[in-house]
Nanobody, 123 residues
Framework: QVQVVESGGGLVQAGGSLRLSCAAS????????MSWFRQTPGKEREFVTA????????YYADSVKGRFTISREYAKNTVYLQMNSLIPEDTAVYYC????????????????WGQGTQVTVST
């Protein structure tokens, strides 16, 4: 069983930056693929980025490529999402997820989810 808790959301102006954190419990953190998804009201949860269990492979949605960076710190059982050059379309609830399989862009590819953290980008 893994628990994940997101933090770092907030309100930021367009063009600004935020860093989200996802703290995972358990000693098996290094065996999980970690990812970030986001969701806005009335829409399906969409893939943002993922990082492999070993940390060597990362994947990004086209909409965030070049602006967002995912990383993981094994000593702290934490995954980060650095978000730069934010635009209003990035406004959403961001969810962290952990999965035992390889990196996936589908919600069903992940077994454990956090409660989400709100990111709001103003014009």
């Amino acid at each position: 069983q893994v628990q994940v808790v997101e933090s770092g959301g907030g309100l930021v102006q367009a063009g600004g930056s935020l860093r989200l954190s996802c703290a995972a419990s358990g000693r098996t953190f290094r065996t999980y693929t970690m990812s970030w998804f986001r969701q806005t009201p009335g829409k399906e949860r969409e893939f943002v980025t993922a990082i492999s269990s070993g940390g060597s492979n990362t994947y990004y949605a086209d909409s965030v490529k070049g602006r967002f960076t995912i990383s993981r710190e094994y000593a702290k059982n934490t995954v980060y999402l650095q978000m730069n050059s934010l635009i209003p379309e990035d406004t959403a609830v961001y969810y962290c997820a952990a999965g035992v399989g390889g990196p996936a862009k589908e919600v069903y590819g992940y077994d454990y989810w956090g409660q989400g953290t709100q990111v709001t980008v103003s014009t």
